[in-house]
């Protein structure tokens, strides 16, 4: 499956106990410590607060400690000069693992009230997730699904008669197209129109630029929040709406005048999905709900219905229900699922009427159910930090055995369990050196086999893994693709290593950026194309070499 194939080509705190019978001890304090509040992280201050009224009973988190890996320029800190180095710190809680700054001496219970007015925006951080009911899967109702709304996820891939990059190796040899495409800071991550004739480019300075494919890769739209009086960040986004008229984006939202000693960054605010017309360059709508980065969003068809998904930093995967102009919120509804800390990408299961999905969550695969908004299952321990990306793929080469064929044929009608593939990356912990693990970065392909009867589970199996020597990724934020026969997959040092699926081999290597993280990567669906963008604010574009560019990107393009 292409990149575009489905509209992509994609803290919980402790859980504090009842408060004793036992009153506090007042305590004498003077106020005047209080009142420079720039100096103090307020968000620290009221959770140590909290804690402390709330003693001395022990509390206790439904989430095993996690390692979690933070690499420089690439976490709190997204700029162009970005550090590749990593580091590991173990936390259950990532905001809240060690404290920074001066040393502050709490206020007593009845002062309290004067702090959280200083912090009443971050109420939604420290609201605790509930477990979640688990639904069991509906075959009957995923069938109805398939059947009236059928996906068209696989109609781009190498082998589809469309005029897109197939091979890559030492005779398919690709060659960098001149162009300019760039921004003044990193380019976090792409997006195609449907269309194909229009690239949009996401970067951490609040800009989201849009390029022409047809007429020479020139500017043609730049899109910035003009009435936003904080500091936008935008990581990911989407063209929408069925003329693509409408871009919805998300990232990250810094308040201008407060800094967090925590994030040695400007405060986080509570981060809206902005929904953007591309004809008149601002902000039409804005879906509020989630407290941190979002990190993802997809647009979404399910059931008559327009929806969009969207993950985020916060932990939480929500569904936005709109109506037709796609700006309107119909309704908001999150993910039930008690445990996740940070979700990256969603990626939904073909043939299924979009009902499931699968999300790169923490280090781990976790299968969902949308229509239920409730986690079905969740696939432990995928890497030994982060999962940040995963997505469905239609394996072309894929090997048969000859009693396998003969099988399908003359039992096509059984039960037998379909299934579909999916490809996904990750972080590995740091434990060797900065930046230097023990366990080698690989890029995963699974098999995911699905239930042949409600109230049965989805199977995952590890089909292969790919690796080298010299593939270091050990950064978040960072997608992988596929075409259905290679996996494109960037590096910390500005490459792009190409896999081949079929004997799990290194077919190539791509090098075109300055030695920093490429951030997205993603094929054309009918242009002999391939793009790049990283944390050098380029964006590369790669084609066949010593072919006619002129006649070759022109196919396809006259509807």
């Known amino acids: 499956m292409s990149e575009h194939s489905e509209q992509d080509i994609i803290i919980d705190g402790d859980v504090p106990s009842s408060p004793t019978a036992t009153t506090p001890t007042k305590t004498s304090i003077n106020m005047d410590e209080y009142k420079d509040m720039d100096e103090i992280d307020t968000d620290d201050l009221l959770d140590e607060a909290e804690v402390t009224l709330k003693q001395p009973k022990k509390t206790t988190t439904k989430r095993k400690t996690k390692t979690t890996t933070t690499t420089g320029g690439t976490t709190r800190r997204n700029s162009r000069k970005s550090s590749t180095s990593t580091t590991t ?70 082998d589809s008669g469309y005029n897109m990059i ?37 970067s951490n300075i609040g800009a989201v630029k849009i ?69 008149e360059s601002k902000v039409l709508s804005k879906l509020e709900g989630h407290a941190e980065e979002i990190l993802c969003i997809k647009t979404v068809k399910f059931d008559n219905g327009n929806y969009y998904i969207s993950t985020s930093q916060d932990g939480y995967i929500r569904k936005w229900h709109v109506e037709d102009d796609w700006t309107t919120l119909i309704e908001s509804t999150a993910m039930a699922d008690g445990v996740t800390c940070m979700a990256f990408t969603v990626s939904f299961l073909p043939n299924t009427g979009n009902k499931y999905f699968m999300a790169a969550c923490d280090e781990s695969l976790r299968l969902y159910d949308f229509e239920e908004a409730q986690l079905l299952r969740t696939f432990d321990e995928m890497y030994s930090s982060y999962c940040d990306c995963g997505k469905f793929i239609t394996w072309l080469d894929e090997p ?55 109230g049965s589970q989805f199977q995952l199996e590890t089909v ?46 791509l090098k075109e950026h300055e030695d920093l993280e490429v951030r997205d990567v993603i094929f054309h669906p009918y242009r002999p194309l391939i793009f790049s963008s990283g944390d050098d604010g380029f964006v590369k574009v790669y084609t066949y070499k010593n072919e006619d560019t002129e006649v070759d990107l022109d196919v396809g393009m006259s509807t």
């Open 464 to 509: 292969k893994k790919f690796k080298h020597d010299d593939y270091h990724a050990n950064s978040w934020l960072v997608k992988i693709t596929s075409n259905g026969r290679y996996i494109l997959a960037p590096t910390i040092y500005g490459q792009i290593f190409v896999f081949n699926i079929l004997t799990g081999q290194l077919s190539g290597i």
């Open 89 to 158: 710190t173990t936390s259950t809680e990532k905001r809240k693992s060690t404290r920074k700054g001066k040393q502050v001496i709490l206020p007593p219970p009845e002062d309290l009230e004067q702090l959280a007015t200083i912090n009443n925006n971050n109420d939604k951080k420290r609201q605790k997730k509930v477990a979640a009911i688990v639904p069991e899967y509906n075959l009957e109702r995923c069938q109805e699904l398939a059947s009236t709304h059928p996906d068209s996820f696989w109609q781009f891939h190498a």
């Open 166 to 202: 197939n091979t890559i190796n030492e005779t398919s040899l690709l060659e960098p197209v001149p162009t300019n495409m760039s921004d003044q800071a990193a380019i976090t991550s792409m997006t195609l129109s449907s269309d194909g004739t229009l690239l949009a480019t996401f």
């Open 400 to 454: 048969k055995k000859e009693e396998e064929e003969e099988k399908d044929k003359m039992d096509q009608d059984n039960d037998v369990a379909p299934y579909s593939y999916f490809i996904s990356r990750g972080a590995e912990m740091c434990d060797v050196d900065e930046g230097v693990s023990s366990i080698p970065n690989t890029c995963i392909l699974h098999k995911l086999v699905y239930p042949t009867k409600t």
């Open 211 to 279: 390029w022409d494919i047809e007429n020479d890769f020139k500017l043609v739209r730049k899109l910035r929040d003009m009435e936003e009086e904080n500091i936008d960040e935008f990581y990911c986004g989407k063209f929408a709406s069925d003329t693509q008229e409408l871009l919805v984006t998300g990232g990250k939202l810094k308040d201008r005048h407060r800094w967090s000693s925590q994030d040695e960054d400007n405060h986080i605010l509570p981060c809206p999905i902005k929904i953007f017309s591309i004809t």
